[in-house]
């Protein structure tokens, strides 16, 4: 499933936007809410956050000019997210222990 990425509006009076800055590369990995990238409009900046996690595929290069409601970027989702770290809580109440690695 793919998810267009479209410039909000910011303000009534701004209609057209700068991409200053990708935050992510052409088919990187970005979860929910995470920076994508920096538009720019009358020397204010306003940032581009991810409303899906997935792979992202770049339909504009930083400097383009669009306007509001254009598509800067799709995001397909992979059906499978990125693991988060492996953490463990070890109770040592009860003594030592012993911890084997795997190899």
């Not at 991409?19 to 990995?29: H, V, W």
């Not at 979860?31 to 994508?36: A, D, K, P, Q």
């Not at 059906?79 to 009860?94: M, N, Y």
Request: proline content about 5%; some cysteine; charged content about 30%.
């Amino acid at each position: 499933m793919t998810f267009d990425i479209r410039v909000p509006a910011f303000a009534e009076t701004i209609t057209q936007v700068t991409l200053m800055e990708k935050s992510k590369k052409e088919g990187e990995f970005v979860r929910e809410n995470e920076l994508l990238g920096e538009v720019e409009a009358d020397k204010v900046s306003f940032d581009v956050l991810s409303s899906h996690e997935g792979l992202v595929h770049w339909l504009i290069e930083e400097k383009d000019v669009i306007s509001i409601g254009d598509i800067i970027c799709t995001i397909r989702y992979t059906g499978a997210s990125v693991p988060p770290p492996v953490t463990r809580v070890i109770d040592l109440t009860d003594g030592p222990i012993e911890i084997r690695l795997k190899k």
